[in-house]
């Protein structure tokens, strides 16, 4: 049953500062569904500063269920964490960084519901397009995207993602 069927069941809306102890709850569940639950270093106060101070480096959709959903669990249930960036080719684009739903709300379209509003909030800005990451063994969800139009852009077009860690950075600042 999705919410087109029982429009109450839950609601999508921006998250708002008061959320970040239930935000870094479910990037942790994300981290540890993605086998790497030590990867998360962040805090609550990092999430604070980042998303809800004068310069916000992200913004986030909440879903929460309505109160009898809840199953005696938290109501915020899934999230989106997303933000600005731009290509020299095509310009503005939305990154989806993370996106998640508890295991006992799948399937209700809570993620349908985030998709929609983020590709509304996309268009409005005048993106155009959504990227984001999957880890290649998430063979579910890549085939929920692709059911929904995504393209593979490592194999279609061989984009690979690098990163320079820490380390890296401070030598080569120093000019090592
Ligand atoms: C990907 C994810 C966010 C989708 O959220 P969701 O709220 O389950 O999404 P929806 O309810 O809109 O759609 C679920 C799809 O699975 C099917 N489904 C039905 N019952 C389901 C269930 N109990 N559990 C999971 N999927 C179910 C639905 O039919 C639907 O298929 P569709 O693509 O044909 O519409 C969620 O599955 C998730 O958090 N997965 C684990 C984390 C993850 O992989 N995140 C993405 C990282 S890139």
């Not at 239930?22 to 540890?32: G, Q, S, T, V």
Request: charged share 25%; aromatic share 14%; net charge negative.
């Amino acid at each position: 049953m999705s919410n087109a069927d029982c429009p109450n069941r839950f609601r999508v809306r921006p998250a708002e500062p008061q959320d970040c102890p239930d935000i870094l709850r479910l990037i942790k569940e994300l981290a540890a569904y993605e086998n790497m639950p030590e990867a998360v270093k962040l805090t609550e106060e990092d999430l604070l500063r980042d998303g809800f101070g004068p310069r916000p480096f992200f913004q986030c959709l909440v879903a929460e269920v309505m109160q009898d959903e809840q199953k005696a669990g938290p109501n915020i249930v899934g999230f989106a964490m997303y933000y600005y960036t731009y290509d020299p080719w095509v310009g503005k684009l939305l990154y989806l960084e993370d996106f998640y739903v508890m295991d006992d709300f799948r399937g209700w379209g809570i993620g349908t519901e985030l998709l929609k509003i983020l590709s509304q909030i996309a268009i409005d800005s005048n993106c155009g397009c959504m990227h984001f990451l999957v880890v290649v063994w998430n063979k579910p969800s890549i085939e929920y995207y692709m059911r929904r139009g995504a393209s593979d852009l490592s194999t279609e077009e061989g984009w690979h993602l690098f990163k320079f860690d820490k380390e890296h950075l401070v030598r080569m600042a120093a000019g090592e």
